[in-house]
């Protein structure tokens, strides 16, 4: 689905963030991407996106590589990539239903998003998702009277309701509670097995990703230093992506009970939503 090519990245100031990267991510894989602050881990989402423009190397989703696209062909390929942001980047004044529909103005285009002019498909969606993260009561609430747990499920419908093929999620709990952390991650792992999602999340909680995700990739130095299963992440790779430490307390344990929340979770989320087979969504952004 996704796949990096000798991805490297050197800022004007000489500061490499990214060396020579490989990476292939299949489709419905959930991957967290961990390592210390400096290693390069929000440089390698944004290269995808080219946000941040890499220095070399090539990137692929499915056949396409978006290393090469021109600027107008790039905009149309982010239609295909969702971005969930660590600080929301929601538009404070605008409603949580309008905060979800600007993820279709690779669709609609920037008039017609302006003047609120959405098809009626493209509303009904936003409606479902909504329903889908729990926020189905909040549509007409402004995004600044929201929690943080709320606002990030904004983030997520948003970025959903593009139909994307792959999500690049940048640090979602960062500025959530321990519980609420919780609740986003098995969000998101739950929305990209229903909708056979591609998922980079760069995140610093090591128990949460062992947690939730199906694969860990470590980065150190812009190198990748660890690339396997969540139950390989012992104590000396912990040291190889971070240095020496005491990590037995950071170490998830087979009896650590990662759906403690989960009663919760249904409290807040509402139940499941539809799968991609059952209904196909309907947008992109």
Request: with cysteine; charged share 30%.
């Amino acid at each position: 689905m996704l796949r990096l090519e000798g991805l490297h990245k050197r800022y004007p100031t000489g500061d490499v963030a990214l060396q020579s990267v490989d990476l292939e991510v299949p489709e419905g894989q959930v991957m967290a991407l961990i390592g210390p602050s400096g290693a390069g881990k929000s440089t390698l989402i944004r290269c995808i996106n080219r946000l941040v423009e890499p220095t070399a190397g090539r990137v692929f989703i499915g056949d396409e590589e978006v290393s090469a696209l021109s600027k107008r062909r790039l905009r149309r390929a982010r239609r295909r990539m969702g971005m969930i942001f660590q600080e929301y980047a929601l538009v404070e004044r605008l409603t949580v239903m309008e905060n979800v529909l600007s993820g279709r103005l690779g669709y609609v285009g920037f008039w017609r998003s302006w003047a609120r002019r959405f098809p009626q498909s493209d509303v009904d969606e936003a409606f479902r998702l909504l329903a889908r993260v729990g926020l189905d009561e909040m549509v007409d609430k402004r995004a600044d009277e929201l929690s943080g747990g709320q606002r990030q499920r904004v983030g997520i419908a948003r970025a959903l309701i593009q139909d994307p093929a792959l999500l690049l999620v940048d640090e979602p709990t960062a500025s959530l509670d321990p519980k609420t952390s919780r609740q986003i991650m098995r969000l998101i792992r739950e929305l990209c097995q229903e909708r056979r999602l591609a998922a980079i999340i760069n995140i610093h909680d090591v128990a949460l990703a062992q947690m939730f995700a199906q694969r860990i990739v470590g980065l150190r130095l812009g190198e990748i230093v660890y690339d396997g299963p969540t139950d390989g992440l012992d104590a000396a790779v912990l040291t190889e992506i971070y240095g020496e430490e005491d990590w037995q307390a950071t170490i998830r344990k087979d009896d650590d009970d990662a759906e403690t929340a989960d009663d919760d979770d249904q409290a807040v989320t509402g139940p499941r939503g539809p799968t991609l087979d059952e209904e196909r969504m309907a947008g992109i952004g």
